[in-house]
């Protein structure tokens, strides 16, 4: 008889390892393993990562750790030592899908870049998450979950008669604009590899990925103007943000193709990356104790 815990799971053959920390690639990697895939969690010697310590407490770490890294493995490394950067890179060798949330160029001043990772590994599904890309004006520019939804222009649909917007009870960009977008086109990449053998950089940019949620705003607010069950809440540079996102989407589109293994171009960088054309671009856990130990598309 099959049973639920025997019953196999999408992804039981996937091996990610996770150099992220807080919230967006530990989501993501959650699901995955949730699905199936063995995790392996990077993390730095003594602290960890940093959520281990937020409160409420249980136990010797925080809830929100626990929440979130449930089902994984963790193993203590120092990437900066010669040795633990060696173990990473085998590691690394054996892996299915690769994420990583650092500020752009951190991983390749770390020796771990794509490049290197790909001569080792050709068939790595390599996952960065930004808040806007790795490239681009703003790549290097530092920002959280509140910068990213008001410089998108998602926080002023929540303004008030005076048009001050409201503080939002989520952490929307974190989830929906990174855990999400990352595992979605994780698994987009994993089917295009079935197909054709080569692995892919993908670029999860928290900033752009809300341009999808102001699609009923971008339509109202750019053909008839902002609706009168919004105008009192718009200030003028709110109103003046929602008329331009259809253009700084089209602009998103037109700059930054999709690269690959295998060389080639396809309409956008990552499925998120370009909102405009997402319906176009389609090409295509256990229970397991956390354990602790030591032994950026572009």
């Known amino acids: 008889m099959v049973t639920k815990a025997s019953r196999p799971k999408p992804l039981d053959d996937i091996v990610v390892v ?38 409420p407490a249980a136990g010797s770490d925080s809830a929100n750790f626990i929440l979130l890294n449930r089902g994984k493995t963790s193993i203590s490394l120092d990437l900066k030592s010669a040795n633990d950067k060696q173990t990473a890179l085998s590691l690394i060798e054996k892996a299915d899908v690769l994420i990583e949330q650092f500020r752009p160029g951190v991983m390749e001043r770390l020796g771990l870049s794509y490049e290197i990772t790909k001569a080792l590994n050709p068939g790595i599904i390599y996952c960065s998450i930004s808040g806007y890309g790795q490239s681009g004006p703003a790549r290097d520019l530092a920002a959280h979950d509140l910068n990213y939804m008001a410089r998108s222009g998602l926080l002023s649909l929540s303004g008030d008669e005076h048009g001050q917007p409201g503080l939002p009870c989520a952490l929307i960009a974190d989830i929906a604009a990174g855990a999400y977008p990352a595992m979605m086109n994780i698994l987009l990449a994993l089917q295009q590899r079935a197909k054709t053998g080569h692995g892919a950089w993908l670029d999860i940019a928290m900033g752009d990925n809300l341009l999808p949620m102001l699609y009923w705003a971008l339509g109202e607010g750019e053909l008839t103007g902002p609706s009168q069950r919004w105008v009192r809440a718009w200030s003028a540079v709110a109103r003046h943000v929602i ?22 171009s396809s309409a956008t960088r990552s499925i998120y990356r370009c909102p405009i054309a997402t319906m176009q671009v389609i090409p295509s856990a256990v229970e397991k104790p956390l354990q602790s130990g030591s032994p950026r598309c572009l």
Request: hydrophobic share 35%; glycine share 10%; proline share 7%.
């Open 18 to 55: 996770d150099f992220s920390s807080l919230l967006p690639g530990p989501m993501c990697s959650l699901l995955l393993a949730e699905a199936g895939a063995k995790v392996i969690k990077i993390e730095r010697p003594g602290q960890g990562d940093e959520m281990r310590g937020y409160e």
């Open 243 to 264: 008329k331009s996102i259809a253009h700084q989407m089209i602009d998103i589109c037109r700059s930054r193709p999709l690269r690959s293994d295998s060389g080639r």
